[in-house]
């Protein structure tokens, strides 16, 4: 399992990541793997996830840029003190790879500010890599 933490104005985003392997598929060059996000408001104003952007990279070095409103199907509000939590997936056509991206936040004024999901790793126990 790999884990990740960063803060960013106040919004502090942890993942941890694992592999699936009951939904992998290595013969086909297919494999799964599961990332929870957790993202906390320490700041003392109201924020709303608007966009994301994740940088995706194989362990060929193949580079994939996916972007796109919200994070599964939602643009949560997150008030002071409060947090999101949820749970998606990135298939990969190598054993490992790494991912890392950005949240577009907007304030309750309206400003609006990326924050950093720092790098972490995707990879099937026991690949060296």
Known sequence: MSTSEAVTDG??????????????????MRWLFAYHIRISNESNRSVQLVRRHWIITDAHGHVEHVEGPGVIGQQPVLEPGGTHEYTS????????????????????????????IASFSLNEPFTLN
């Open 11 to 28: 919004i502090r985003v942890e993942v941890r990541a694992e592999y699936v392997p009951e939904r992998s598929e290595p013969e086909h």
């Open 89 to 116: 997936f990135c298939p990969l056509p190598t054993s490992f790879g790494t991912m890392a991206g950005s949240y577009q936040m907007r304030d309750d004024d309206g400003n609006l500010f990326d924050v950093v």
